[in-house]
């Protein structure tokens, strides 16, 4: 039934009636009476008899005769409900859209199927990727020692598991698409999810180039109900071997599924906001095992659980000799180094050092793009008292003031509430400085410092996905920085301090996965240049002048090892008001071992305590806190709590 209920997570039988036999086949939607209501539910299996000593009731209505809900996407969505210490019905509202009577009632596609690989191109064009047991051209994966062997892998038919480290400038959606044809041409079908749309635009065109057209769907939350549901039904009824998409796409019904990948399991996009709360990454790895398909989690960064795969032998890892990193890598300074800081004194708190300005300076005159990463938006996001440096805030909701524009007026970014006539507390001055310049501010500055050359934005108002190869200026928050042609001159990361010095587990790695992203895109050495405006002696930052995403995923997997962090270990956190997250742990049966943290605040006056077990322990941990919620709910308790296994954010 689909009623995220956690004391009624378990499937309940029920009589289907002769007029309804033929139509009420596994996986169907289904409408029955359960507590005198009429509610949803799924139909997950038919049998001759039930275990069931009293009267069952029979099913009132087959929704829809379309078996959309695939067994083994059944038991995918089990297993995840189970890790993540949610309920059935939540997942299964994550795995299937909704129904759309029009499209289900469309013709079926003649499309060629998983089952006949070799129907990709019969005219020898791009998408001839060959038979099962055929070959695929290896291409670029021709750069890591490992990497034709992992093409052969997937064509043979076999299972391999691969970390991937993308050298820079590389063309990770052509990596893909041949790792994907590969597959298809192992009589195997594959599931490629990628953090957001641009990234699904590149992917997308690079596997019809070399598939051909009509051979993968694309599934994404913002392709509208009609359009996604349409994608789904191609990839439920077989039609199409290969379904790409973003976080959507986890749960994609794929007939005899080779391959799943994930492309940058580190950005927090892969992370499902609705309960209960999965990981891209870790639904395609459990699908994978269960399965018994390949796995590919690629990226410029590495995680620290993509590190764990590794370092407990559950996948191998793919990266390219030290000789062909150094020939692929831009080159890369700090400008807080001993030697930098000699030369220009100011560098240590300048925001644009004078060998950023330098290495910008060169790139325009050599009629090349310049990059510049900012990672705040806007114009001034903070600001404070120009005489005391008191940090300015809402008189109303105490929220941080910030400035639209040179001339605009300071307004709340929290309740939007404008402060024209604002006064310092502590001293009372009126005059406000920045305190974060965000990229709006930062074209502004560029624009005086570089007369006559182009200054283009890239952020949340408009993205840009590319730009021309001639002289510019491009001022970008992280993930949005648009592909150049030929790539960058140079590539300046500012700000450094505001993405190292969050309160978060992740800053280092975050911080790193942003600038190498940034990075990719420069030019190789003696061209490319690649300024970061920070001390050189920081972990991150030496990983970044290394191109060594591997030592850094290492160093931080020790470092959460011996602290007792994910993923070394399984945490769990419960939010809620104070007593009802007292409440739901003194109903739960925790393991022994389990270590109870906390409290922290949480947001709008909550409390969250932590949970913390080895990763033996993880499954107990899960079912004593689904048993607990399900405590709670059977007995209407009114103060909700929010359960996450492994969240992002702990603090």
């Known amino acids: 039934m689909d009623v995220p209920l956690a004391h009624l997570d378990r499937p309940f039988d029920y009589l289907v009636p002769a007029e309804l036999d033929a139509q009420a086949v596994p996986g169907t939607r289904v409408k029955v009476r359960f507590a005198g209501q009429l509610v949803d539910g799924w139909l997950l299996d038919r049998a001759d008899d039930s275990g069931h000593t009293g009267r069952l009731a029979y099913l009132e209505k087959v929704v829809s005769p379309e078996p959309v809900l695939a067994p083994e996407i059944a038991q995918l969505a089990r297993a995840v409900a189970d890790r993540y210490a949610g309920s059935l019905a939540d997942v299964l509202r994550l795995a299937v859209p909704p129904r759309h009577a029009r499209v289900e009632k469309e013709a079926r596609s003649d499309q060629p199927t998983a089952a006949d690989p070799t129907a990709a191109d019969g005219t020898g064009g791009p998408a001839a990727v060959?038979?099962?047991?055929?070959?695929?051209?290896?291409?670029?994966?021709?750069?890591?020692?490992?990497?034709?062997?992992?093409?052969?892998?997937?064509?043979?038919?076999?299972?391999?598991?691969?970390?991937?480290?993308?050298?820079?400038?590389?063309?990770?959606?052509?990596?893909?698409?041949?790792?994907?044809?590969?597959?298809?041409?192992?009589?195997?079908?594959?599931?490629?999810?990628?953090?957001?749309?641009?990234?699904?635009?590149?992917?997308?065109?690079?596997?019809?180039?070399?598939?051909?057209?009509?051979r993968h769907v694309s599934l994404s939350a913002a392709l509208g109900p009609s359009r996604r549901y349409r994608a789904f039904l191609a990839a439920r009824r077989g039609e199409v071997p290969v379904v790409i998409g973003t976080?959507?796409?986890?749960?994609?019904?794929?007939?005899?599924?080779?391959?799943?990948?994930?492309?940058?399991?580190?950005?927090?996009?892969?992370?499902?906001?609705?309960?209960?709360?999965?990981?891209?990454?870790?639904?395609?790895?459990?699908?994978?095992?269960?399965?018994?398909?390949?796995?590919?989690?690629g990226g410029y960064a590495r995680t620290a659980e993509a590190q764990l795969l590794v370092e407990t032998g559950w996948a191998r890892e793919v990266l390219a000799d030290r000789a062909t990193v150094r020939a692929r890598t831009p080159a890369i300074v700090p400008t807080g180094d001993d030697p930098q800081l000699a030369r220009d004194p100011g560098a240590a708190t300048a925001r644009l050092p004078s060998l950023a300005w330098t290495a910008a300076r060169d790139a325009v005159r050599a009629d090349l793009p310049v990059l510049v990463q900012v990672p705040r938006r806007g114009y001034l996001p903070s600001i404070s008292?120009?005489?005391?440096?008191?940090?300015?805030?809402?008189?109303?909701?105490?929220?941080?003031?910030?400035?639209?524009?040179?001339?605009?007026?300071?307004?709340?970014?929290?309740?939007?509430?404008?402060?024209?006539?604002?006064?310092?507390?502590?001293?009372?001055?009126?005059?406000?400085?920045?305190?974060?310049?965000?990229?709006?501010?930062?074209?502004?500055?560029?624009?005086?410092?570089?007369?006559?050359?182009?200054?283009?934005t890239s952020g949340r108002e408009e993205v840009l996905t590319d730009v021309p190869s001639g002289a510019a200026l491009v001022v970008a928050t992280p993930g949005a920085e648009p592909v150049a042609e030929g790539g960058y001159g140079a590539v300046l990361l500012l700000d450094s301090w505001a993405l190292l010095t969050r309160a978060d587990l992740r800053a280092g790695e975050e911080a790193l996965r942003r600038w190498l992203a940034a990075a990719a895109l420069a030019r190789p050495a003696p061209?490319?240049?690649?300024?970061?405006?920070?001390?050189?002696?920081?972990?991150?930052?030496?990983?970044?002048?290394?191109w060594d995403a591997g030592w850094f995923a290492g160093r931080e997997l020790a470092e959460r090892r011996e602290l007792g962090f994910p993923p070394a270990v399984r945490m769990a956190s419960v939010t809620g008001p104070a007593e009802a997250v007292a409440d739901l742990l003194a109903a739960a049966r925790l393991p022994a071992d389990a270590e109870v943290l906390g409290p922290v605040p949480a947001e709008e006056g909550r409390e969250r305590m932590l949970v913390r077990v080895p990763r033996a322990r993880a499954a107990a941990l899960a079912e004593a806190l689904h048993v607990a919620a399900g405590v709670r709910a059977a007995r209407k308790a009114a103060d909700p709590v929010r359960l996450q296994v492994d969240p992002l954010s702990l603090f």
Do not use: K, N
């Open 130 to 214: 060959g038979g099962p047991g055929g070959s695929v051209d290896p291409r670029g994966w021709r750069d890591y020692p490992a990497g034709p062997a992992l093409l052969r892998a997937f064509t043979d038919g076999r299972a391999p598991r691969a970390v991937w480290s993308a050298l820079p400038g590389e063309d990770w959606a052509a990596r893909y698409a041949d790792a994907v044809a590969a597959t298809v041409a192992g009589g195997r079908g594959a599931v490629v999810v990628v953090a957001d749309a641009r990234d699904l635009d590149r992917l997308d065109a690079a596997l019809t180039h070399v598939l051909g057209p009509g």
């Open 527 to 546: 061209v490319g240049r690649v300024v970061v405006v920070a001390d050189g002696a920081l972990a991150p930052v030496q990983a970044l002048l290394r």
């Open 247 to 297: 976080r959507a796409a986890m749960f994609a019904p794929v007939d005899r599924l080779g391959l799943v990948a994930v492309w940058d399991d580190g950005d927090d996009l892969h992370a499902e906001p609705r309960s209960p709360y999965p990981h891209a990454r870790d639904v395609l790895l459990t699908r994978a095992q269960l399965a018994e398909a390949g796995a590919l989690v």
């Open 385 to 456: 008292c120009a005489d005391c440096r008191t940090p300015a805030r809402c008189a109303h909701c105490a929220g941080p003031l910030a400035l639209p524009s040179a001339g605009g007026i300071p307004a709340c970014r929290w309740c939007a509430r404008v402060a024209a006539a604002y006064a310092c507390p502590q001293c009372g001055g009126r005059r406000l400085r920045a305190a974060v310049t965000g990229a709006r501010r930062t074209a502004e500055e560029l624009g005086r410092a570089f007369p006559g050359v182009p200054v283009r």
